[in-house]
């Protein structure tokens, strides 16, 4: 899957999760609410916060796996020796005659490897893409939207794990909060492609 297809699955997810948010939220403001979504509001607000979060986790995981495929790729038409870039990372250390291995370089990194490094908080998601070579904080976009995206994550994390009600959360905050996920997406899968074509 392309960095564009990638992106555009996740944007899908957050636009259909928006209709569920406002069929929500039309539920309670009308004139006869349904009782069930007022009583629920709390549930339904948290659920769908632990929604966005998940669905970027998911983003993220998918985006930085096709870096490193991309990147392997490459590498396998280089045929680089495995044992000179040893060599070169190791130069300071012994290197054990059990550790050279006559194979072409390649990373055997696989995307469910990816899981412990996977997180919506972008202090995080910055250190991801520090080890894939990517510095996500010379991306203007990127920077800019960090902080409404490190306040949502606080925010699903106080529900996961401190069970904190939403109160202080909206519908419409809900919808504001994808927008701008959606924007953060935008940076890093154009960040993601500039990196893949060179």
């Not at 555009?8 to 997810?13: E, H």
């Not at 259909?16 to 403001?29: F, G, V, Y």
């Not at 998940?54 to 045929?79: G, H, P, T």
Request: glycine share 2%; charged share 30%; proline share 2%.
């Amino acid at each position: 899957m392309s960095e564009q297809e990638i992106h555009d699955k996740y944007v899908n997810l957050f636009e259909k999760l928006k209709e569920i948010i406002k069929e929500t939220q039309d539920r309670i403001i009308f004139s006869d609410p349904d009782p069930f979504f007022e009583d629920n509001l709390n549930f339904f607000v948290k659920s769908f916060l632990i929604s966005i979060c998940a669905y970027l986790e998911s983003y993220l995981k998918e985006i930085a796996f096709r870096r490193i495929d991309v990147i392997n790729s490459k590498l396998s038409k280089l045929s680089i020796p495995r044992n000179l870039v040893q060599w070169e990372l190791l130069r300071h250390k012994e290197i054990k005659d059990n550790d050279l291995k006559f194979e072409y370089l390649k990373i055997s990194i696989k995307k469910n490897d990816l899981d412990e490094h996977i997180s919506g908080n972008p202090y995080r998601t910055i250190a991801l893409f520090k080890k894939i070579g990517m510095d996500l904080n010379a991306i203007e976009g990127f920077v800019y939207k960090k902080d409404i995206v490190t306040s949502i994550v606080v925010k699903r994390n106080n529900i996961v794990h401190h069970n904190s009600h939403a109160s202080d959360v909206s519908m419409a905050d809900l919808m504001i909060y994808i927008d701008n996920i959606i924007d953060y997406m935008d940076a890093i899968t154009q960040a993601v492609k500039i990196e893949n074509t060179k």
